[in-house]
């Protein structure tokens, strides 16, 4: 049985950092590309990031290039998500999916259930 679990978010001030973790079990890690996508209330899911499943070819979505960065250690079977520079349309719930077939910023069959992030200003 396929569980991602999601840890890491909390309630922090604007400006501030944050490493939200997704440890992986029940699958293949290393061979799945791997994104971290959130949700605020009101609107849609929205891509964050993706790596590829060797670590080499990483994406980012528009708002958040520059002060996120997406990484994994597949010793670990763990994806990460550093978080710079914090602001307050930040605030979301926050999942850590497989990639899907229909491209880098599709979110595919695995799904965690997501760690809440609230930014402050």
């Known amino acids: 049985q396929v569980h991602l679990v999601e840890s890491g978010g909390g309630l922090v001030q604007a400006g501030s950092s944050l490493t939200l973790s997704c440890a992986a079990s029940?699958?293949?890690?290393?061979?799945?590309?791997m994104g971290w996508f959130r949700q605020a209330p009101g609107k849609e899911r929205e891509f964050v990031a993706a790596i590829s499943g060797g670590g080499d070819i990483r994406h980012y979505g528009n708002s958040v290039k520059g002060r996120f960065t997406i990484s994994r250690d597949n010793a670990k079977n763990t994806v990460y998500l550093q978080m710079n520079s914090l602001k307050p349309e930040d605030t979301a719930l926050y999942y850590c999916?497989?990639?899907?077939?229909?491209?880098?910023?599709?979110?595919?069959?695995?799904w965690g259930q997501g760690t809440q992030v609230t930014v402050s200003s």
């Open positions: 029940g699958l293949t890690f290393s061979n799945l590309r």
């Open positions: 999916a497989s990639v899907g077939d229909g491209g880098w910023d599709r979110g595919g069959k695995y």
